[in-house]
């Protein structure tokens, strides 16, 4: 079966520092990866997606990168945090070369930015 | 411009009661809509999913319905369970990589 893990789960973090979450995925291979951010009150923001190791579509113009280092490997950095970066951010994959497929998601990274 | 909006914002019921959330969408072209529950401080697991050519879809005490003619899906839980209190978000996927979220309805079955 496969499973998706996401870390770390929580993080407290100061204005302008760094940021790395990581995400893994297993049983699975060539999944799309994906990261969203989920604000309060609103509904998920598509930040980046991956069809394969290197390849990043960038959604959202923002103070936030992601890799693609290895096939089940997705990470979401930044080099400087702002305070609007905090939020909940989610891991996902889903099967095949179209997204029309359903999506798997971590179990969320919640990240508050002081 | 692409949208999915959800009504109510949030529900208060009392366990055993049934409800039913309702979710409008703007979305073009249209491939697919997806239900998905999500617990607290949790990813979102998918309940349902509903293509063009259906108009309804039983998951268990969830019964999801489609009409691709005024864009309007709905979800009705039946006899209400405390595990029930989620938020269940609507999504629409257009068959690319845009996937078109819901803000949610928070809802909260009491005992």
């Known amino acids: 079966s496969q499973t998706i893990h996401q870390w770390p789960a929580t993080l407290v973090q100061p204005v302008g520092s760094p940021l790395s979450l990581e995400c893994t995925v297993e049983?699975?291979?060539?999944?799309?990866l994906y990261w969203y951010r989920q604000a309060a009150g609103r509904g998920l923001q598509l930040l980046f997606y991956?069809?394969?190791?290197?390849?990043i579509s960038s959604e959202v113009p923002q103070n936030l990168s992601a890799s693609r280092p290895q096939d089940r490997q997705f990470i979401l950095s930044s080099k400087k945090l702002l305070l609007s970066d905090s939020g909940f951010y989610l891991c996902?994959?889903?099967?095949?070369?179209?997204?029309?497929?359903?999506?798997?998601f971590g179990e969320g990274s919640r990240l508050t930015v002081l | 411009k692409n949208q999915v909006e959800q009504s109510p914002q949030s529900l208060i019921i009392l366990e055993g009661k049934n409800c039913t959330l309702q979710?409008?969408?703007?979305?073009?072209?249209?491939?697919?809509l997806r239900w998905y529950k999500q617990d607290t401080g949790r990813g979102p697991v998918s309940l349902t999913i509903?293509?063009?050519?259906?108009n309804t879809k039983s998951n268990g005490r969830y019964t999801a319905t489609l009409d691709a003619d005024t864009k309007q899906s709905s979800l009705h839980i039946t006899a209400s369970q405390l595990s029930d209190s989620a938020s269940y978000i609507c999504?629409?996927?257009?068959?690319?990589?845009?996937?078109?979220f819901g803000a949610g309805t928070r809802l909260f079955v009491k005992a």
């Open positions: 991956s069809v394969g190791i290197g390849q």
């Open positions: 999504v629409v996927n257009t068959g690319g990589f845009k996937t078109i």
């Open positions: 049983g699975t291979s060539n999944p799309n």
């Open positions: 509903m293509t063009f050519s259906e």
């Open positions: 996902a994959w889903s099967r095949g070369a179209t997204n029309t497929g359903e999506l798997f």
């Open positions: 979710c409008n969408y703007t979305v073009s072209p249209f491939s697919n």
